[in-house]
C-alpha cells in the first residue's frame, strides 16, 4: 500500500500498490524514433534511458517499448527474429539492463510489445521450414498447405492480408519445384505461427520467462485477438475486409474460441511472478473485435488485465458519439472487475491534432484544440491511459513524406498513401531550430531515418517545457491533478445534463470534466474557476473546443 494526497481535501488515500495498472498512465515509446544516441539516426535503448529523466518528469507511470528484438525490420521490429535478444542497432542486453536499472530508481514501469502471432521470415524457425519437406514437423509449427488447382498454383484459401494483397505466398522447394503456401496476415516477411502446435506456446513460455526474469513489468501483447485460425482454412465471405479496413474483420482468422486458453496460462505466468515480490505484472492487448462486449471477455478475471479501447481513438469529435463509446466501455468493460484502457493515439494511427482537424474549417489550429480537449477528457475517465510519444508535444501528422523515404509495408505492397503510418513516427524534435532537432548526437548534418519538417520546431521539447501554455505543460499538470485523485482506477462515472454538443460526466470522487464540442461557447456545469482546462476558460464560461475539470459536491454516482 502506498498513499496519495486527494487533490482536494489535502488528506492521505490509501492506495493498493498491487493494483498498480488500473489507473496506470503509460507512455509508448517508439524505440527507433525517441533518442538516438549513436548518431546513425535511429533511436536506442540509450536514447529510451537518456530520457527517461524526462518521462518522469512528465508524470507517467510507465513505459511501453516498441519492439527491439533482432529483425529484418521489414516491418519495423513487428517481424521478430529472435525474442530473448537486442537487435544491434538497438543496443544490447547489457543496455537493456542498465535501462531497466535506471527505470526502477526513478519509479517507472517498463513494459515490452510481445509479438506472437507471426514471426520473422528470418526466425530460425521458418528458415527450417523452408528446408523440410511438406508435411514436416518443422513447418507444422506454420500454416502450410497445398495450393488449390491441379497444379497448386492458386491460394489454399481466398484471405488477404492487413497490409493488402494475398495473405498467402508459395515457396520454391528444395529441388527448384513451385512447393507449398504459408500464410501471412501481413507482410510475406512475416509468417503466422501456428499456435494448435504446442511447440508454439513453449517457444513463447520461454521468452516470457527471459524477460520477466530481467526485471520487466508486463507486456503489451501484439496482435491478441489474434494466434488461432480457423482449423479448416475456409474461404471467407469477404476476403478484402481487413485490407479495407485495415482491421481484425475476418472471422475465421481473429477472434477464435481458444486464443483465450493463451492468455489464462501467460495470466498464470504473470502471477507466478507477482507472487514473489507482490508487484504485479501486467498483460495489456491489442485487442481489435467488433463490440465493447466481445472486448470484455479478454479481460476477465484470469486473462489479460487490460485490452486497448480503441472505440474512443476511432470516434468521430462529437458529443454523442463520444458519450456513447464511453458508456459501452464502462458497462461492458469495467463490469468485468477491469478497468477501460483508453488510448487517442498510437504507432498505428493519425495523431489527434491532424484528425480532429481535418473535420473541422480552420484547419490546424482548431485541431490542436480538439486535441488538448480530448487529452483532458482520457486523463479524466476511470481506468488506466495510453499516451503516444510526441502527444504531449502536439505534434502534428507529418502528411506529405515523399515517396522515396516511406518505409511502411502497407505502401510497399499496395502503393497507396491512403493508410500510410510512417506520418506519426517521424523522430521526435527535442531541440534547436534545424533538424535532426536534438534527435540525434551525430553531426547536425546527420539524417535521421524520416526526414523531420521544418515545423518541427515549434513543438521542440525545450521550447515546450519553456512555454506554460503548451501541450505539455497541459499533459503535465493534468497527470499531477490526476494522481492525487483517488478514484480514477475504481471510480463510476455519471452523465450530467448540459446544452446540445457538451459532454460532461462527475465521478465519484467529485471531479467533473466537461467537453464543449461545438466552436460557441456555452455555460458551465460547474461555477467557479476550472482546476485546469485545455484552453482559457472564465469561471461559468466554458468556450468552444475546449475540456475544463472542477472538483465539485456534485451528489456521488
Known amino acids: 500500500m502506498h498513499n496519495r494526497r486527494h487533490a482536494q481535501t489535502g488528506q492521505r488515500v490509501t492506495i493498493d500498490k498491487h493494483r498498480w495498472w488500473r489507473d496506470a498512465v503509460i507512455y509508448q515509446v517508439y524505440v527507433r524514433s525517441f533518442l538516438d544516441s549513436t548518431g546513425d539516426g535511429i533511436g536506442d535503448l540509450a536514447g529510451v534511458r537518456a530520457g527517461l529523466p524526462y518521462l518522469k518528469k512528465l508524470g507517467v507511470d510507465g513505459v511501453w517499448l516498441s519492439p527491439f528484438y533482432p529483425s529484418p525490420q521489414h516491418d519495423h521490429g513487428y517481424d521478430v527474429a529472435d525474442y530473448c535478444d537486442v537487435d544491434p542497432v538497438f543496443g544490447d542486453l547489457s543496455e537493456f539492463d542498465l535501462l531497466m536499472t535506471d527505470a526502477r530508481r526513478l519509479g517507472i514501469k517498463v513494459l515490452l510489445d510481445v509479438v506472437p502471432n507471426h514471426c520473422s521470415e528470418e526466425h530460425p524457425w521458418f528458415r527450417e521450414a523452408l528446408a523440410a519437406a511438406p508435411g514436416s514437423e518443422a513447418r507444422a509449427r506454420f500454416h502450410f498447405a497445398d495450393g488449390r488447382g491441379p497444379d497448386g498454383s492458386e491460394p489454399p484459401n481466398n484471405w488477404h492480408s492487413m497490409f493488402g494483397g494475398p495473405a498467402w505466398s508459395r515457396v ?108 504485479e505484472r501486467l498483460l495489456v492487448g491489442e485487442v481489435s473485435v467488433p463490440t465493447a462486449r466481445e472486448h470484455a471477455l479478454y479481460v476477465r ?63 490546424s489550429g482548431l485541431g490542436a484544440a480538439r486535441a488538448r480537449a480530448a487529452a483532458l477528457l482520457m486523463l479524466a475517465l476511470p481506468g488506466a491511459a495510453y499516451i503516444y510519444q510526441g502527444e504531449e508535444l502536439g505534434l502534428p501528422e507529418v502528411v506529405d513524406l515523399p515517396d522515396d523515404v516511406l518505409t511502411d509495408p502497407i505502401f510497399r505492397r499496395t502503393g497507396s498513401r491512403a493508410r500510410i503510418r510512417d506520418g506519426c513516427r517521424v523522430p521526435l524534435p527535442w531541440s534547436g531550430h534545424a533538424s535532426p532537432f536534438g534527435f540525434t548526437s551525430g553531426a547536425e ?57 457538451v459532454l460532461a460526466f462527475v465521478r465519484g470522487d467529485g471531479l467533473v470534466c466537461a467537453v464543449n464540442f461545438g466552436t460557441a461557447p456555452t455555460p458551465a456545469p460547474v461555477s467557479g474557476t476550472p482546476l485546469l482546462s485545455s484552453g482559457p476558460c472564465a469561471p461559468g464560461v466554458l468556450p468552444g473546443s475546449t475540456a475544463a475539470w472542477w472538483i465539485s459536491d456534485c451528489t456521488n454516482p
Open 172 to 279: 520454391t522447394e528444395q529441388d527448384g519445384t513451385p512447393g507449398q503456401w504459408y500464410l501471412h496476415m501481413f507482410t510475406t516477411e512475416q509468417p503466422d505461427l501456428n499456435w494448435r502446435n504446442p511447440e508454439v506456446g513453449a517457444h513463447f513460455d520461454h521468452a516470457l520467462r527471459f524477460w520477466l526474469d530481467r526485471g520487466v513489468d508486463g507486456f503489451r501483447i501484439d496482435v491478441a485477438a489474434g494466434l488461432y485460425k480457423h482449423p479448416d482454412l475456409p474461404d471467407s465471405p469477404d476476403p478484402e475486409a481487413d485490407a479495407r479496413t485495415r482491421d481484425s474483420v475476418n472471422p475465421l482468422a481473429w477472434n477464435q474460441p481458444e486464443v483465450h486458453d493463451v492468455w489464462r496460462h501467460w495470466r498464470s505466468v504473470c502471477e507466478e511472478y507477482t507472487a514473489r515480490d507482490g508487484q
Open 301 to 363: 478475471h484470469d486473462e489479460l488485465h487490460q485490452a486497448f479501447f480503441f472505440d474512443l481513438l476511432s470516434a468521430p469529435w462529437n458529443a454523442d458519439a463520444f458519450r456513447k463509446v464511453i458508456s459501452h466501455a464502462m458497462q461492458d468493460i469495467a463490469g468485468t472487475g477491469s478497468t477501460v484502457t483508453w488510448v487517442l493515439n498510437n504507432h498505428d494511427q493519425v495523431r489527434t491534432v491532424t484528425r480532429y482537424g481535418e473535420l473541422g474549417t480552420e484547419g
Open 445 to 501: 548534418s546527420a539524417k535521421p531515418w524520416l526526414p523531420q519538417p521544418a515545423y518541427f520546431a515549434e513543438y521542440a521539447t525545450d521550447r515546450a517545457l519553456a512555454d506554460t501554455h503548451s501541450f505539455w505543460h497541459l499533459y503535465r499538470d493534468g497527470l499531477q491533478l490526476r494522481a492525487g485523485l483517488p478514484q480514477l482506477g475504481e471510480g463510476a462515472l455519471r452523465w450530467l445534463d448540459t446544452q446540445p454538443g
